[in-house]
């Protein structure tokens, strides 16, 4: 079965700060990869998402991951922090063999800006 | 463009009270549908999901139940709610067929007092 690893529940990082929040999952078919964002009391929005193109992908917001066949990871980063990133991020895969694309989460990451 | 809508954005009930939230997708055709749950500090527990109408899975077993009476709507149901029916309750959708990303309604906040 999939599995996806977040590393750390709480990341807390200086504003203009380099963000890096870690996903790691465990798939025997490369899977397809996205990032959601979570603001309190919100619904998820989509951030970016990997469908085997580009392995460096951009998002919204500044953000950008990169596809790491060799490390199964999909780390999320920003060059610079700001404030209005403070919320949850959660990366999720999905198997291209499911038809129903039903999503395995992680346990998502709190990132915490400090002014 | 795709919309999806969540109705109410809060609810307080008392236990042992019914339960109906109530989901719409507008802009889609035959979506995949999905009602999920965030317990506080916890992360994203998938209850239901449904590929068609009248055609729900149940993911956990628990005192909510699920309908999809028309091919947009999706509701999420109880005959008693218990305490631990609390949370944030998220309905979501994607494309059958596409690469499985999944499109999140703004959420309802469940408190059972």
């Known amino acids: 079965a999939q599995s996806v690893t977040q590393l750390g529940s709480h990341v807390s990082v200086s504003e203009g700060a380099l963000v890096l929040l870690r996903c790691n999952y465990s798939s025997s078919v490369p899977p397809y990869l996205f990032w959601y964002v979570q603001y309190p009391n919100q619904g998820l929005q989509l951030l970016l998402k990997y469908t085997s193109a580009a392995t460096l992908v951009k998002g919204i917001n500044g953000f950008e991951a990169e596809f790491k066949k060799s490390e199964t990871s999909f780390h999320l980063t920003k060059p610079s922090a700001h404030m209005s990133d403070a919320a949850e991020y959660f990366c999720a895969v999905s198997d291209p063999k499911d038809s129903n694309y039903q999503l395995i989460w992680g346990a998502g990451t709190k990132l915490i800006i400090k002014p | 463009s795709q919309t999806i809508h969540q109705w109410p954005a809060t609810l307080v009930q008392p236990v042992g009270s019914p339960l109906s939230l109530e989901c719409t997708v507008e802009g889609t055709s035959n979506p995949n549908l999905y009602w999920y749950r965030q317990a506080a500090g916890r992360g994203l527990q998938l209850l239901f999901y449904?590929?068609?109408?009248?055609?729900i899975s149940s993911e956990v077993p628990q005192n909510l139940s699920a309908s999809r009476p028309q091919d947009r709507q999706f509701i999420l149901s109880s005959k008693k709610l218990l305490l631990s029916d609390s949370g944030f309750y998220l309905c979501a959708w994607s494309v059958p067929g596409g690469f499985g990303e999944q499109y999140f309604g703004p959420g309802t906040r469940l408190t059972v007092t």
């Open positions: 449904s590929v068609g109408i009248g055609q």
